[in-house]
């Protein structure tokens, strides 16, 4: 659900606006996409982000529209390209020592909300927050929006899927089974 965002450039071009202009990827998938398209991607952590677009160290970002309410960065994103750049992903972990340390009153509890339902539920949450967030921003003057086709999505899985799914694989542990996991269950759910 992360969107491409622009501080002074309306995006007429698509993803392609991107060419000539710094982008915050905050993601291994944003970087592939934005040199892809011919921007440079910089790493800035999200809590800076807004003083890098300000000071025109940025030109703009990758990331979902549910962080703008809390980093006000509806105050220096201005034009907003409504694309699929990747989603939240989230995981919480525990050492099994401490886990096995906790009362079995405390390892139910946390077993108990430990379920794929839990996780489908919360991905509803997620996705109601950042539609919340969008219409937050359409309500406001000086903004304007786009949203990609689907013509243009095949076209960007084609330009840099591999090149995205390749990083992930290197990047983490156990990465290209993972991925190879992930589009079997897509395949299956087709």
Same mark, same amino acid.
């Given at each position: 659900? !992360? ?12 993803? !392609? +606006?991107?060419?000539? $202009?710094?982008?915050?990827?905050? !993601? ?6 934005? $040199? ?21 160290? %940025? ?6 529209? @549910? ?39 405390? $390892?139910? %509890?946390?077993?108990?909300? @430990? ?6 539920? #919360? ?14 921003? $359409? ?9 990609? +086709? ?17 990083? #992930?694989?290197?990047? #983490? ?18």
């Amino acid at each position: 659900n !992360s969107a491409l965002h622009l501080t002074d450039t309306e995006i007429t071009a698509g993803l !392609s +606006s991107v060419s000539g $202009k710094t982008i915050i990827a905050p !993601s291994p998938s944003a970087v592939e996409i934005t $040199k892809g398209e011919g921007g440079t991607p910089i790493s800035v952590n999200v809590t800076e982000a807004y003083e890098a677009l300000q000071r025109g160290a %940025a030109d703009g970002m990758i990331i979902p529209f @549910s962080a703008f309410p809390a980093f006000r960065l509806d105050e220096v994103l201005n034009h907003h390209y409504i694309a699929p750049l990747g989603g939240m992903l989230g995981a919480v972990f525990m050492a099994k020592d401490a886990y096995e340390a906790l009362s079995d009153e405390a $390892k139910a %509890a946390l077993d108990a909300h @430990s379920t794929c339902e839990d996780t489908h539920e #919360f991905g509803i949450f997620m996705d109601e927050w950042n539609n919340g967030a969008i219409e937050m921003v $359409k309500a406001q003057e000086g903004h304007t929006f786009s949203e990609m +086709s689907a013509e243009e999505i095949d076209g960007v899985i084609e330009a840099v899927g591999d090149d995205i799914l390749a990083s #992930f694989a290197e990047a #983490f542990p156990g990465g290209k089974p993972l991925i190879d996991e992930m589009i079997m269950q897509l395949d299956a759910a087709k």
